[in-house]
């Protein structure tokens, strides 16, 4: 529980800071190109070390755009389509004393990626 109550802490002022903001800002140039919201790239970073903070952005992505619209609906599907990638690789590589990763942090990344053009390409369907 510590460490939830800390990951929220830390994205709250991490968006308090306006550094998330930032983040959107920096990759606007290739998020526009292509077709994918900004406002969604701070999401994807968080979304890789922890799911309960994500799931704050997404509650205000929810309200600041709807849950029906076409950011929300990427949101949803990006959501359920990508994982906590360095969260899971520590519990679950610590628990059986792995040392060697191999290529699992590449073909998380790859997932990841492929999670978030689906999520783009099914909610353009919608």
Partial sequence: MP????????????RASGFL???????RGVTDIIGFPSELVPLI???MFSSSAATG???DIFKT???DSYIG?????MMSCTETIFYTMS????AAKVTKTRYTLSGALISTLVGVVLSVILAGIM
């Fill in 21 to 27: 903001d930032f983040i959107g800002r920096m990759f």
């Fill in 65 to 67: 755009y709807g849950p």
């Fill in 91 to 94: 519990v679950y590589y610590m």
């Fill in 3 to 14: 460490t939830l109550v800390g990951l929220m802490v830390a994205v709250g002022i991490l």
């Fill in 45 to 47: 970073f968080i979304k």
């Fill in 57 to 59: 952005l997404v509650l």
């Fill in 73 to 77: 609906m990427i949101t949803s599907i």
